[in-house]
């Protein structure tokens, strides 16, 4: 069975900068467009980060210019850097396929303090 292990969440101060890292077991990156999720307190989860198997990427408009996703399919990874970070930036950081998703991981709590 498939699992997804988020990491590299924390707590900094706005205009801080995180890098998250998602692992998974098995083959699920092969051939799967992947995304980076947050849900915040009261809200629905929302993609906010995506590549392709060939790399095409998209961005939500609120992290274009401040969020870069990039994948290893080698090391079946995909991260997000983070930069500018903003405290509506708070929330839970969730990875899975995008068309295909496998069971929620426990995400990774970012937490940007004013």
């Known amino acids: 069975q498939v699992q997804l292990v988020e990491s590299g969440g924390g707590m900094v101060q706005a205009g801080g900068s995180l890098r998250l890292s998602c692992a998974a077991s098995g083959s699920i990156f092969s051939d799967r467009a992947i995304g980076w999720y947050r849900q915040a307190p009261g809200k629905q989860r929302e993609l906010v980060a995506s590549?392709?198997?060939?790399?095409?990427?998209n961005y939500a408009d609120s992290v274009k210019g401040r969020f870069t996703i990039s994948r290893d399919d080698a090391k079946n990874m995909v991260d997000l850097q983070m930069i500018s970070l903003k405290p509506d930036d708070t929330a839970v950081y969730y990875c899975?396929?995008?068309?295909?998703?496998?069971?929620w991981g426990q995400g990774t709590q970012v937490t940007v303090s004013s």
């Open positions: 590549i392709t198997r060939i790399g095409r990427i």
């Open positions: 899975n396929s995008i068309y295909d998703p496998a069971a």
